[in-house]
């Protein structure tokens, strides 16, 4: 897609946004236990719904809420809780009563804050969708809309509500199961999960194939039929943690489909997909058009850089100092990947980009960057170094603790940071890369696991072609067997599969993947092993108890709806 029909777009949804709080139509509750809506204009089915233009526009506000996704607290729960990625306490940075901790240690609570706004975020997407769906349905009975074209936008609205539901079953598992917007009760009671996966499944496979296949602009960041495609694959890959029975033919079959469609490739750079101006990439089936000014709501260039990158990048606000990866993940990636990116040093910054920033940082205009209040809160006794801008790496020339705990006084350069997305020179703190959902290379990674769960073979022939296809793109040599050492432990045994499973960490670093992964692989109990090496004594990890593998309904929720039903192993 080119750049004015990007920007064109982008602008599209910015006013639709507007149009709906204008109308009042999107003034609807974010929590499932506020089901009622007030209307503050005159809009009615008489003088609006009229055109195409005023169907989309009213989709719109289902949209909007993909805002939150890429930087909200989705995606704190599943990165923070996994081996990808920690936010360390420094000093008073990055504390709010250890709740960042506490996602990485496993010891999270029902007070935390996470918990509750991701529920609500999702929430608030299924209400909206709900209500959505009331209006075209009533639209087409009353005869106001032909019923093939509120058909179109129906199936539309019960893909992007699956979307948010398999959010909901994938973090919290058993969760209230709310469908239709006028008989939806004001406190709707816990539903199982697995009523709920077959929900969404029955669901998706009625909606998916009325839409529509068509891949270009008036589709791009919407849910059309490889995006519904894509959303069954992921949930038939998880079937065997929501639902019991695996799914693996059925992962192969909508892999194919999109395989064969010939509609989507890997992208020959894999850069191209997190550059500022990433729109359009062959790899994108499902993607969320963040614009600084006009689709606000991706800033992880805030979340993730250091104070002092701020003139690195010269960007208009300074940076959090907060997210960082481990360094048993950074370690997992081959010194020759593509993806690892090259480490700054005292002499030159780092020549080649990467998923991680390492190292000394320079300043736009050149100079190494300064943290001139490193020494007052940095223990390290190597003060005069500290005062410049190292991250995670390389104190004195010499290989240093990337994090060297997680609080309180982790160092304010502890841990390599997140440099996937390109972080735009001037920018603000909204960045508008767009936030590929579903991607390409995602696809052949399912496809390849299913394959080999199937076969039960580490030389699967099949299965190892679709991983290579990936670790080509990396500069890497093929494999000729998928086992390996997994990444958190690897001084650990072999396991069946491992290289398999690192591949699909290295490749889809930081984009929601990694804590499903780990649940499914049967490995995300094992936190202690990426977690002990940086931990104080006084820290408390969570036991390897079955029950975080769910978390838990978040304490203002329970007081609000008595019907909800606690998971246990929660209080």
């Keep these: ?35 009622d809506e007030t209307l503050y204009s005159s809009v009615t089915p008489a003088n609006f719904f009229k055109s195409d233009a005023q169907f989309v526009s009213a989709l719109g506000a289902a949209y909007t809420q993909m805002g939150g996704y890429a930087s909200g607290d989705v995606n704190n729960l599943e990165e923070l809780s996994s081996d990808e990625m920690v936010v360390p306490t420094r000093g008073s940075d990055w504390d709010d009563g250890g709740n960042w901790r506490r996602l990485h240690l496993h010891s999270w609570k029902t007070e935390d804050n996470a918990v509750t706004s991701a529920w609500n975020f999702c929430f608030g997407g ?42 909901l079953v994938d973090l919290y598992g058993n969760v209230p199961l709310v469908t239709d917007f006028v008989t939806a009760p004001a406190a709707p009671a816990t539903a199982k999960r697995i009523d709920v996966y077959n929900f969404i499944v029955n669901d998706l496979e009625t909606a998916v194939p009325l839409l529509t296949q068509t891949v270009d602009g008036t589709t791009y960041g919407r849910m059309n039929y490889w995006a519904g495609k894509f959303l069954l694959a992921k949930l038939y890959l ?94 997992s990636y081959d010194p020759s990947d593509i993806r690892k990116g090259d480490v700054g040093t005292l002499t030159a910054p780092a020549a080649k980009r990467g998923n991680f920033l390492a190292g000394y940082q320079y300043n736009l205009g050149g100079g190494i960057c300064i943290d001139a209040g490193a020494d007052a809160t940095n223990p390290n006794p190597n003060k005069t170094q500290l005062n410049f801008g190292n991250i995670g790496d390389l104190i004195n020339g010499q290989p240093a603790p990337q994090i060297n705990q997680l609080g309180p006084q982790a160092w304010r350069q502890s841990g390599v940071r997140i440099g996937k997305w390109e972080f735009q020179i001037g920018g603000t703190s909204n960045m508008s890369n767009d936030f590929g959902v579903f991607r390409y290379a995602d696809v052949l990674l399912m496809k390849a696991e299913a394959l080999w769960r ?20 990396a500069g890497l040599t093929d494999l000729t067997s998928l086992d390996g050492k997994v990444s958190f432990d690897p001084t650990g045994p072999v396991v069946a599969g491992g290289e398999l499973f690192n591949e699909m960490g290295r490749e889809m670093f930081a984009e929601h993947n990694r804590r499903q992964d780990l649940i499914r692989w049967g490995f995300f109990l094992q936190n202690a092993k990426w977690t002990l090496p940086f931990a104080n004594a006084g820290d408390v990890l969570g036991p390897p108890d079955a029950h975080l593998l769910l978390f838990p309904v978040g304490r203002s929720e329970l007081s609000a709806n008595p019907n909800l039903v606690q998971n246990p192993g929660y209080n």
Excluded at 10 to 18: A, C, E, G, Q, T
Excluded at 141 to 151: F, L
Aim: proline share 2%; glycine share 6%.
């Design 454 to 473: 199937k076969s039960q073979s580490s030389t699967d022939a099949a299965a190892l072609a679709l991983v290579n296809q990936i670790r080509e793109r």
């Design 1 to 35: 897609m080119k750049t004015k029909e990007r920007n064109k777009m982008k602008k599209s949804l910015y006013l639709i946004r507007i149009i709906m709080i204008l109308l009042g139509v999107a003034a609807f509750s974010q929590s499932c236990t506020k089901l």
């Design 126 to 167: 299924v209400n909206t969708a709900n209500r959505l769906i009331y209006q075209f349905q009533s639209l087409s009975t009353s005869g106001q809309v032909k019923a093939d074209v509120a058909s179109a936008y129906i199936s539309e609205l019960q893909a992007l509500r699956g979307f948010f539901y398999w959010q």
């Design 238 to 331: 998880n079937a065997g943690v929501y639902a019991g029975p695996t799914q693996w033919d059925k992962v192969i079959a909508e892999c194919n489909e999109i395989i064969n469609s010939g509609k989507y490739n890997l992208e020959s750079n894999y850069f191209t997909n997190f550059n500022v101006a990433d729109q359009g990439s062959k790899e994108f089936i499902f993607a969320i058009p963040y614009d600084q000014i006009f689709f606000q709501g991706f800033n992880l260039n805030m979340q993730t850089l250091h104070y002092a990158s701020q003139y690195t990048y010269n960007l208009t606000g300074q940076p959090w100092n907060g997210f960082c990866t481990l360094e048993k993940f950074y370690n």
